[in-house]
C-alpha cells in the first residue's frame, strides 16, 4: 500500500474517532454523532489526500528551481 494512502487512512481513522466524539458529546445522539462523524471527515481526508499531492509537487518545483 503506498505510503500517502495508508497516511491518509490512518488520518481518517483518528478523525472519524474524534469527530463522533465531538458530536456525541455536543448532541447526546448516537444516530447524528455517526452521521457527522462519517461525513466530515471522509470529506476532509479526501481534502487531506489532495494537499498532500499539492506540497508534494512545491517540492518537486522547488527542486527543479535550485539546480
Not at 30 to 56: D, M, R, S, T, Y
Request: positive net charge; hydrophobic residues 55%.
Amino acid at each position: 500500500m503506498p505510503t500517502d494512502l495508508f497516511k491518509t487512512l490512518t488520518y481518517l481513522s483518528i478523525h472519524l474517532t474524534i469527530g463522533f466524539s465531538v458530536a456525541y458529546v455536543m448532541t447526546g445522539s448516537v444516530a447524528l454523532a455517526g452521521g457527522i462523524a462519517i461525513i466530515e471527515p471522509c470529506i476532509n481526508a479526501v481534502a487531506f489526500f489532495f494537499h498532500e499531492k499539492a506540497w508534494q509537487r512545491v517540492g518537486a518545483g522547488r527542486k527543479l528551481l535550485a539546480v
